[in-house]
């Protein structure tokens, strides 16, 4: 495959109970310069996605858990594409249907090459717009005047505000809950912290926004926290 050296590999989480068939699946993307992670049961599945994966390959048949109600809890924790693995065709309309939501599905037996093509298709579907990169750099951020400077535009900070986003700018990629951010940022605590950090990072949104109307630099990552694109 060509591909940049430095570029890191796309992530795929295989949660599937069937060793022969994770293998087959662990192997084939692998050629195709994924890099692959098994795990055997939905418990375990739902613990890896919640560390950075860029797709999830779900067979729904899981020995301890559904995989609709795993595919459930995964969209309620996480925005990232999932593929699902069925055994039954009559499924499909479920797993695809408004309430789960899967973003494709391939029913066993497959061709371990089809589905890392469809990989492919989704992570290129799902992919964020390639970003241009600001000329002066994306963040300065001044420590001593607390002052943040993005795509060398100065942003008007309140207090908070610059504690988030500099806290934000140290560790690109980290995802920080809500619990956290308050956690570091806030010296008193308050009431109602989730909305009270959700609020802040509302209006953090608006003003990088005003700057570069076409990218929202913060990822929510959905009952998990937020994090600082990387890609930036
Ligand atoms: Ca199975």
């Avoid at 084939?28 to 890896?48: C, I, K, Q, Y």
């Avoid at 560390?51 to 729904?60: A, K, R």
């Avoid at 858990?65 to 595919?71: D, H, P, R, T």
Wanted: charged letters at 30%; glycine letters at 6%; aromatic letters at 6%.
């Amino acid at each position: 495959m060509d591909r940049d050296e430095n570029q890191k590999k796309p992530v795929i989480l295989i949660i599937e109970d069937e060793s022969g068939i994770a293998d087959t699946i662990a192997y084939s993307l692998s050629t195709e310069g994924f890099e692959a992670r098994w795990v055997a049961t939905g418990r375990e599945g739902l613990e890896a996605a919640g560390s950075p994966v860029d797709l999830v390959i779900l067979d729904i048949g899981l020995p301890d858990v559904s995989g609709f109600e795993l595919l459930k809890e995964l969209r309620r924790i996480s925005p990232v594409p999932v593929l699902v693995l069925t055994a039954r065709s009559e499924e499909i309309d479920r797993i695809l249907g408004l309430e789960l939501g899967a973003d494709d599905y391939v029913v066993k037996p497959f061709s371990p090459r089809e589905l890392a093509s469809r990989v492919r298709a989704i992570l290129r579907r799902t992919a964020p717009a390639p970003v241009e990169p600001c000329p002066s750099g994306t963040f300065t951020v001044d420590r001593n005047r607390r002052r943040i400077h993005y795509c060398g535009t100065p942003l008007s900070l309140s207090r908070y505000e610059y504690d988030i986003l500099a806290l934000f700018i140290s560790r690109p990629g980290w995802v920080f809950s809500r619990e956290k951010i308050m956690e570091i940022v806030w010296t008193e605590p308050e009431e109602s912290l989730e909305r009270t950090v959700d609020a802040h990072i509302k209006s953090l949104r608006n003003k990088m926004r005003a700057v570069r109307p076409d990218v929202d630099p913060i990822v929510t990552h959905r009952g998990v926290g937020y994090a600082l694109r990387e890609d930036l």
